[in-house]
């Protein structure tokens, strides 16, 4: 699937062969990774006036070794009849998303052994938490890392991406994760429907789940409060 394909350059109009890549497997070629990591992958770069522009395309991104899968279906969303091989759905993770930024980050969320399903749960945390200290988080927060503060200590980092603004950087200790990677896992089973094989983990998963935990966590101190009542008495 690497058919090169006849595209007008935008800025001086002239054709030009692209290959357009729709199935990268990692495993077989590593250098793929790197270059989708680098901005390489599906990058056009005018060989007469330079002029570079990104191409979204539909992907099928396999890496056997960290067994994770990915359907990356940019907007519109097109029904997609793509299965997994049999036999890799219990133990490979399957994912889809729309875009290459999206496909990098569960790549970098994989690569640092943690699950995006926890993370996008993070994410909503660290809204909330930015909201109370009234700095609310306008843009996309995309997760960059596990990377050491000023204190020496592991968090979990992301970052704010925004048109408007510079970029920032926000984070949760990585402590929490493992916290919340604990109290989640009931919670996840709950979403996890047998007929999802694609699931998509994005920023709607992420408030389903802490929709969840609010439910649990009311029903918890309604509990809680007839108990109480019975030990004062
Ligand atoms: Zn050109």
């Known amino acids: 699937m690497t058919r090169p394909t006849p595209i007008d350059c935008e800025q001086c109009h002239t054709e030009q062969m692209f290959v357009m ?23 056009f770069v005018c060989p007469k006036c330079r002029f570079t522009k990104m191409y979204d ?7 056997r070794k960290r067994r ?10 097109e029904v997609i009849h793509k299965y997994p091989p049999p036999g890799v759905v219990k133990t490979t993770q ?16 994989r690569d640092a052994k943690l699950d995006d399903r926890v993370v996008e749960f993070m994410k909503v945390q660290v809204r909330f938490a930015s ?10 927060l995309m997760f960059s890392g596990v990377v050491k503060n000023d204190d020496d200590e592991d968090v979990v980092q992301f970052q704010d991406v925004t048109g408007a603004s510079d ?7 990585l402590p929490y994760y493992r916290k919340f990677a604990k109290a989640l896992k009931p919670f996840i089973a709950q979403i996890l429907t047998p007929d999802t ?3 998509r983990v994005d920023h709607d998963y992420g408030q389903q789940l802490d929709r969840l935990v609010d439910k649990a966590i009311e029903k918890e101190e309604e509990v809680e409060k007839p108990r109480r009542k019975k030990r004062r008495r």
Do not use: C
Not at 24 to 33: A, F, G, L
Not at 57 to 63: A, N, S, T, W
Not at 167 to 173: A, E, G, M, V, W
């Open 68 to 77: 994770l899968m990915i359907l990356v279906v940019p907007p519109p969303t």
């Open 21 to 43: 890549r729709m199935k990268v497997n990692v495993t077989s070629q590593p250098q793929d990774k790197e270059d989708l990591l680098a901005g390489k992958l599906n990058t």
């Open 131 to 140: 909201l109370s200290r009234s700095i609310p988080v306008d843009g996309h």
């Open 197 to 199: 094989l694609w699931l």
């Open 57 to 63: 395309f539909p992907l099928f991104y396999e890496d």
């Open 167 to 173: 970029d920032t950087f926000l984070s949760l200790p």
């Open 94 to 109: 399957l994912r889809m998303v729309s875009s290459r930024n999206e496909l990098i980050e569960k790549i970098l969320i």
